[in-house]
């Protein structure tokens, strides 16, 4: 199981690397879901983006945590089966 410092921030696709800094900003460092984590370094943008959008319905801010699950959700994951 990776930790937050496994996260090679330069390495994330620019949308990935603004949402995460985006939550980082607001909730700092600590704060960052191990699940969002996971994810991330595993290309599964989808779903770090659901990740942000429910720790956005437990915290109160609904409106920015699916701003930035709307940036992840752009990027095709690295980690989806070939057509």
Known sequence: MSNNKDINFDSL????Q???????YQNGT???PQNLV?????GDYSGAADV???YGKNNG?????????DLLRQLPN??????
């Open 38 to 42: 996971d994810k991330l370094v595993s």
């Open 13 to 16: 696709p620019d949308n990935a």
């Open 30 to 32: 600590g704060a960052i």
């Open 52 to 54: 942000l959008t429910q």
């Open 18 to 24: 603004t949402a995460l800094f985006s939550f980082a």
């Open 61 to 69: 801010y609904a409106d920015r945590r699916n701003a930035e699950a």
């Open 78 to 83: 690295q980690n989806a089966p070939a057509d």
